[in-house]
């Protein structure tokens, strides 16, 4: 049996870490996937400068590779994405010199196109010019499932014809394919295409080792797989376990050199980024949503599990095979919340103080309780569990869906009035809560807006703060205190997410807001010890 296996866990697995590995990982990584005899190293990316940071392994430079500790036996192999070849604004031949230089200056051995099927004509070029410069070539079809036999078998001659292409590989994009799949495209690309051929499993449904060794059993020779599975969406064949399925062939890899690497290294990766074959990665991969939507959805804090949901629903009902950032915020703003209570003159012409969870509530909590007692203001407590004296506390509001669950046996225990989307309320619990008085100021969330009207809100995120000052808006209130709302590190999300709400709120409203404690929001400081002129 000739197989070659191709790990490229720095290169898949950097869409959850900014392919920004530490050194000391590195260090382990090349040493274990050597001792297993792994054929070939896709270290990454070889790209074009980004307007953002991004590690080493989106490079992967010559400079960078020359600095490693790689085994002269291990194959070194860089992927490029076609797209970023045709959309540099410069010629095929300029784009890829700017980016290689002659195999024999260079480490790599191998470079990867990466390409949907509109750009496949185009990539014939692209591949007579890092040919020419020395490097084996493969050339990656992706979402090749949506297309037929006869699409298939056409596109794998006119690659046979180019003469330049060394391995044809097709990428289970969405990650939807069954062992049916594989063997039908793989018979379709060899219709047309009479070199080795390669695979590239994603493991949305669970099955990409299984669909791998159906891969070989029908010919495929190049093999995809990353430690612990690492890459994007649901991630990929797992390497160790593909290297134990493929021990009963007494082919020469050692499973077991890569133990302690996923151990002590990738599951606490895994425990942080939460890849992995889950139900919502299987739904899209059955909906042939682009993975990529999930994962930016389960590490976005404004989505709840059922606007998860709710948008894959969306989604399914339209063409979501390509990723676009447009189409998620579009998936949100479908997600819509009416209330029933009207805020209109509720703290008319009064000064009204939210209370947040930040350490400053406690550290000045004596402080604030003066405060109260002195200007005597509307106060709007956003959490519930707290120590702070509830006899000072008019109104509690939330529009948080996790906090909901995990105060929501409380909400019939308040005597103080509780603003609150019923609606939501109802879909998060699954029930209905009895609330002594509950005012149901309905919630809608839609990008770049914050509108505070008599029944309802609309934010960019789901903040409750933002619920908070819509309350008060709406309600005529002369001016907005806060207090315990001390921020976060310049980069935190939730940092850039209460400064862009802060920002929205500023360009709608006229109402003035202040911080009088401690804060590194986009906030006007003021000081609870300071009396009023």
Known sequence: MNIKILDCTFRDGGYYNKWDFTDALVGKYLH???AANVDIIELGLRNFPQDEFLGAFAYTTDNYISTLNIDKSVSVGVMIDASSILSSNLSIEDAINSLFQDKEKSRVDLVRIATHFDCIKQCKRIAEVLKKLGYQIGLNLMQPNAKSNQELSKIAGLIQRWDVVDVLYFADSLGGMNGSDVARILSALKSGWKGDIGFHAHNNKGLAVSNILTAIEHGVVWVDATILGMGRGAGNA?????????????????????????????TPLQSRYHWGESLLYSLAAMNNIHPSYIQEMLTDNRFSNKEVLQAVEFMSSIDASHYDQNLLLQARGNISNKGSWSAKNWCENKEVLILGSGISLQTYKQGIIQYIENYRPVVISLNIKHDFPKN???VYASSNESKMLSEATLYSQLNQSLAIPNLLLTKVLGREVPIN???????????????ASETGCTLPYELSVGYALSLANAGGAKNISIVGFDGYGRDDI????????????????HVPVVALTPSTYHLSQGSIYAGKV
Do not use: C, P
């Open 494 to 509: 939730r940092q850039i997410r209460m400064n862009e709400l802060l920002d929205l709120y500023y360009q709608q409203s």
């Open 32 to 34: 274990a996937v050597n």
């Open 238 to 266: 797992q390497t160790e376990n593909l290297l134990l399925e493929l021990e009963k062939y007494q082919l020469d890899y050692h499973a077991s050199a890569l133990f302690n690497l996923v151990l002590s290294e990738f």
């Open 437 to 451: 008085n509950l005012w149901d100021y309905g919630l809608n969330i839609r990008q770049n807006t914050f509108i």
């Open 392 to 394: 000072m506390i008019d």
